[in-house]
Every structure is written in structure tokens, then in C-alpha cells.
């Protein structure tokens, strides 16, 4: 059965870690598709593709280069995190195949939760009813704020890690993670195109159909940032939204001045992403679009 992986890995300002990530992927019987550190993010966004179990055996060997290096008490940066490794997704290339992945992932995460003494939380299709299934719900208060309630992780101890804090992993539909950078500072623009977006999509918008969307400043670069996740791509195409933010950038006394695919896309999806710059590396087939 062949899988995607996309970890999120709560580091971006180290270039050892990333050279000893990039090193260790490129030396693996996987498919590597994506690998990125951001500055401000604080980040690094990692896509690789295989058999299950060569995916698997991967993330857990690359978790033991990484883990040791990250410590969320000294972690600065403007993504929501609660973990060191912060969630690790997983997509199926066949949705034929989601029956057999699911134990699969469970036995992925009981694994990583009992190696680290790490909370470990199914989401999305893998959840089970005992906690909230979204990720934005999952991450609410943040790293600090995972030791000001009760948790119920799947795997792992009922605390927090001192020091990875927990890990979210599951079984999830296909989805695109974009971004695009406005040239100011104002933080207030990029909050009020994400939330507009919010709006437009609680209200039923046929453009906006779940899309995902925060603003972010990018202090090392003088920008701010409008960050979008498409939880519906066969629904919402991605070159309306771009045009979109252009022209309400434009009308708010700013420019869209850079896009940036996070991740991977499928090739349905780059016949309606125009505007979108991406590697071939970083087209994925998947045999059914979800």
C-alpha cells in the first residue's frame, strides 16, 4: 500500500537539522517531494511517498535525528504548535486502501507515543470519538496550553512532554496548503483577508468552500502573510482565491508580491493553479480525486 507523509516538524532555524534531514531522506527508499524550513514559522514541512511500512520505519529513524534537537520551552515562532513533532498526516494514493491504513497509522503512533513517552492524538479520520477531530480544535491554546487542562491523548501519557510536548497523527483526505505574502507590515491587512475568507466560507461561498485561513507576520522579511488550506480542493479551485486576495490586498493599500505551495499537489489540481509556482517533485498522484 502505497502512503503520503507529510510531518511537521516544529523547527526552522537550524540548518544542522535540516542538512541532517535532507541527508537522511535523500539516503531512504522513499519518494522525497517536499522539504522546507521557514524562519518566521519557526517550521519545517517535510512530504515523502512509499510502501507504509518503508514510510514508516522513515519518520520513526528520522524522528530520532530530530526529537533530541527541539525543546518547545525556548521555541519561538509564529505557526500554532503544541509539539515537536506537531502532526504528522497521512493520505492515501487509493482511497481503496483507507481500511488497511488506519490500523496501520494507529500502530504508527502507538509506536512514536511509547519510543518518547509522548501524548499522541488520532485526528481526523482516525479519531475515535474521544477528543476533537480537527486540527485547528487539537492545537487550541498551544504548546502552554496543554499544561493548563486535562488531555486525553490515544497513545502516550495524560501530560504533556516537557520538552516535544504532544504529536497529532492521522488518516486525512488530500488537501493544499498555500500561502501568499503581502508586501507590508501590517499584520491588521492579512487578518482581515483571512478572516473574510473564514466569513465568506461560513456563509456558504462556493469560492471559499473549505478554505482554511490565517494571517501571519514575516518580521525577518518585512511581510505578512495570508495562509490558506484547502480541505476541499475538487470544490475550490485554487487561481479564484489567489485573484482574490490580489484584489483585496490592492483595495486594503497593499501588493500580493509572492505565492508559495507548502507541500505537495496533485496534477488535477495544477490544471487550476496557475498563479501557483511548484516543483515537479512536488506533484503527487493520487488515482481518486477525494
Request: net charge negative.
Amino acid at each position: 500500500m502505497r502512503i503520503l507523509a507529510i510531518p511537521n516538524w516544529s523547527f526552522g532555524r537550524s540548518n544542522a537539522l535540516l542538512r541532517a534531514c535532507r541527508d537522511f531522506l535523500e539516503s531512504q527508499p522513499v519518494e522525497l517531494h517536499y522539504l522546507k524550513s521557514d524562519l518566521d514559522h519557526n517550521r519545517t514541512v517535510s512530504a515523502i511517498s512509499g510502501q507504509f511500512d518503508v514510510v514508516a520505519e522513515c519518520l520513526h529513524e528520522l524522528a530520532e535525528r530530530i526529537l533530541p534537537g527541539i525543546d518547545l520551552n525556548r521555541h519561538i515562532g509564529v505557526h500554532p504548535r503544541i509539539g515537536a513533532l506537531d502532526v504528522c498526516p497521512f493520505v492515501v494514493t487509493n482511497p481503496a486502501d483507507e481500511a488497511e491504513a488506519k490500523p496501520l497509522i494507529e500502530s504508527f503512533a502507538d509506536r512514536l507515543a511509547s519510543r518518547w513517552n509522548l501524548p499522541v492524538f488520532l485526528y481526523e479520520k482516525s479519531e475515535k470519538g474521544r477528543h476533537e477531530a480537527s486540527l485547528p480544535l487539537l492545537r487550541k491554546g498551544g504548546f502552554g496550553g496543554l499544561f493548563l487542562r486535562e488531555i486525553d491523548p490515544d497513545f502516550g501519557p495524560a501530560i504533556p512532554h516537557p520538552q516535544f510536548g504532544a504529536s497529532i497523527v492521522g488518516l486525512r483526505d488530500f488537501l493544499i496548503a498555500f500561502n501568499i505574502n503581502l508586501k507590508t507590515s501590517d499584520l491588521a491587512v492579512a487578518k482581515q483577508i483571512a478572516m473574510e475568507i473564514r466569513e465568506l466560507r461560513a456563509k456558504g461561498d462556493p469560492c471559499f468552500l473549505g478554505v482554511r485561513s490565517l494571517g501571519f507576520p514575516l518580521p525577518s522579511r518585512d511581510l505578512v502573510q495570508v495562509s490558506m488550506n484547502l480541505t476541499l480542493p475538487d470544490m475550490t479551485p485554487i487561481d479564484p482565491l489567489i485573484e482574490w486576495v490580489r484584489r483585496r490586498a490592492s483595495e486594503l493599500g497593499t501588493v500580493a508580491c509572492e505565492n508559495e505551495l507548502i507541500g505537495v499537489i496533485r496534477p488535477i489540481d495544477a490544471l487550476a493553479a496557475s498563479f501557483l509556482p511548484y516543483q515537479p517533485q512536488q506533484i503527487v498522484a493520487v488515482t481518486h480525486a477525494f
